[in-house]
């Protein structure tokens, strides 16, 4: 049988608009927590931004992000372990929208060029 590296995620935190923390399930009652970054895409920051308009950007993805994360159980689909420790991954909604795609129409975002999938590793 062959692993996706497909698993359910009960978000516990939003760090900012593309970073958050999850308690991911292993199966066997077993789970661990885990921070993770959104795959292809960029908010404004929150944590020292170059502008007031970058921050004011950033409280606003970081918000969209909470409402639509934080307490709910989602799909995580784990790539490869990125900058500060953060797994990148993407992530779709109980109702199968992906939340990159969702926080991309809301023009809260930029989007990041990605390697080719047969370059990518996964958790």
Known sequence: MKDNYIRQA????VVDGDTFDAEVSLGFTCSVK???????????E?????????????KLAKAR???????????????KMGAYARW???VFLEDGRSMADILKA????KVIPTLPVSRQTAL
Do not use: M
């Open 46 to 58: 929150t944590f020292r931004p170059k502008t007031v308009e970058e921050g004011e950007r950033g």
């Open 10 to 13: 009960f978000v516990t935190n």
């Open 34 to 44: 885990v921070r993770f970054r959104i795959k292809g895409i960029d908010t404004p």
């Open 106 to 109: 809301e023009g809260l975002v």
């Open 65 to 79: 992000t909470t409402e639509l994360l934080v307490g709910k159980t989602v799909s995580i689909k784990s790539y």
């Open 88 to 90: 990148e991954a993407e």
